[in-house]
């Protein structure tokens, strides 16, 4: 479950960094997305937080079980506010922003139940 766990966080923080590359006003090929200064600061430290969480889950560091829930509730809170500042037409919305927040949500979901049905050797640290 572990590793499961960081290969989710990890993917997650991918997504992540890929969308804050983009509302730099950075297209990826095909991808591009609108330039949205504040979503990509978010985008950059939820990245960041599930990256750590990740990593620190797959080397065994110590208190992994707890940076891997900081990071998840983070990217969680990040995504609420995303939606939130979309839906409240802060900035301009696209399908594929949409879509990004909804894989986003589904990996933190997947996160946070593998950490908290996760056996009690994986809490302890």
């Keep these: 479950m572990r590793i499961a ?5 990890i993917s997650n923080a991918v997504l992540f960094f890929f969308g804050s590359v983009q509302h730099v006003g950075i297209s990826l090929g095909n991808f591009h997305e609108p330039r949205i200064i504040p ?17 620190a889950m797959a ?42 927040h909804k894989v986003m949500l ?4 997947g996160g946070l139940l ?4 996760s056996k009690p050797e994986l809490r302890r640290n």
């Design 114 to 117: 593998i950490l908290f049905f």
């Design 5 to 9: 766990l960081a290969l989710t966080m």
């Design 59 to 100: 080397s065994h560091f110590p208190a992994a079980w707890k940076l891997a829930l900081v990071g998840n509730l983070v990217a969680f809170f990040g995504v609420l506010l995303g939606i939130a500042a979309l839906a409240a037409g802060k900035g301009p919305r696209t399908s594929s922003n949409d879509l990004y």
């Design 39 to 55: 979503a990509a600061i978010v985008e950059s430290i939820c990245g960041l937080f599930l990256l750590g969480g990740g990593v």
């Design 106 to 109: 589904v990996l933190i979901v």
